[in-house]
């Protein structure tokens, strides 16, 4: 079962023999009609549906420190006619098919081409993990293009395990020991090795930012740096009656947001690609202290770093808080 991406245009077409007028596309979730879409021909073309956006309103990612992984993807089913009236009427054309996939909430790049996906099986992008010393490592696989990891220390494999299929969902996010200094990935097409560097971090508190990535997965990242913490208010403000004992200027509806600036440390230019799919993310959130926090990243560009033009690779970042600090919801 291929894997759709959700956050890039998906195109199917209807396409008929001689004599076709139009064509229709049933979407299902979960077994249930979700969108009925038809078109007539205009030329001796096919017709195109796109349908990623649709869908995409029906996957619920949400994250509070732990992963339901069953949540990450969506099984869904098309079925298209083509008739040789317009509007879906007349004759069938031709037997309707159908097609049954799994949505993710990734992307492709322009140059990659149109209808993108993927059968890469290691659902992060840097093979090189920076991780806070004495913490275990979260790291999402695609359970059908992935059939083993293994966790090595100094050269030593001391932990691994096989992966299953499962045709009704994409992703298993497996907990690697935090001795491992390399893993190893083993998919359907190769072996990727991913490098560990683990950091104690003595002088800062390390900030966890937990972020979805471009292949739909929760990826982890960890900014072990000087962190800046800032908060921003709004109000509007009024002229009351004269009295010597009380405000002939007042505030009201007083708004506040709080903020935060973090610096990664030294990390590889590895990280160029994490740092741009966060800088994309619609879905990010940072953990201090064990308390999980949705954030909205407040930067709108990055400088993409190389050791040969900046010697030391580090990264600054801006976020803010996804809520108001006051609790003003009704």
């Known amino acids: 079962m291929a894997n759709l991406f959700l956050r890039s245009p998906r195109t199917f077409q209807g396409i008929g023999t001689s004599g076709w007028n139009s064509a229709k596309l049933t979407l299902q979730v979960n077994n249930v009609t979700i969108y009925t879409l038809i078109k007539n021909r205009i030329t001796d073309s096919a ?10 309103d029906y ?28 509007n879906g009427t ?5 037997t309707p098919t159908g097609f049954t996939f799994l949505g993710i909430d990734a992307y492709g790049y322009f140059e990659e081409g149109a209808n993108p996906t993927t059968t890469r099986g290691y659902m992060q992008s840097n093979n090189v993990i920076y991780n806070l010393k004495n913490n275990a490592i979260r790291l999402p696989l695609d359970v059908n293009n992935v059939t083993r990891w293994d966790a090595y220390e100094d050269g030593v494999q001391f932990e691994g395990a096989t992966i299953a299929n499962n045709t009704n ?17 083993t998919t359907t097409s190769d072996v990727k090795t991913i490098n560990v560097i683990a950091i104690e971090e003595c002088r800062y ?3 966890k930012i937990s972020f979805v990535n471009r292949w739909g997965a929760i990826q982890d990242l960890y900014f072990f740096k000087k962190s800046i913490d800032k908060i921003n208010t709004s109000k509007e403000s009024f002229k009351s009656a004269y009295s010597v004992y009380s405000h002939s200027n007042k505030d009201f509806n007083i708004k506040s947001n709080k903020s935060i600036t973090l610096n ?5 230019e590895d990280y ?12 990010v959130w940072m953990e201090v202290g064990g308390v999980v926090t949705p954030m909205n990243v407040t930067d709108s560009s990055l400088v993409f770093k190389t050791s040969a033009n900046d010697k030391l690779v580090d990264y600054k970042l ?10 003003n919801m009704r």
Do not use: C, W
Not at 47 to 56: H, P, R, T
Not at 169 to 185: G, H, M
């Open 169 to 185: 969902l994409v992703f298993e996010y497996v907990s690697v020991s935090q001795n491992a200094d390399e893993i190893r990935v």
């Open 47 to 56: 017709v195109d549906f796109e349908i990623a956006e649709l869908v995409k």
């Open 59 to 86: 996957l619920n990612l949400t994250y509070n420190g732990s992963i339901n992984a069953s949540l990450q993807s969506l099984e869904f089913s098309i079925q298209i006619s083509v008739f040789n009236g317009l």
């Open 272 to 283: 160029n690609a994490p740092m741009q799919e966060l800088l994309q993310s619609e879905l």
């Open 205 to 207: 508190e390390p900030h």
């Open 264 to 268: 990664s440390g030294y990390v590889s």
């Open 318 to 327: 801006e976020l803010k808080y996804a809520y108001d600090a006051i609790n």
């Open 90 to 94: 007349g004759a069938l054309n031709q």
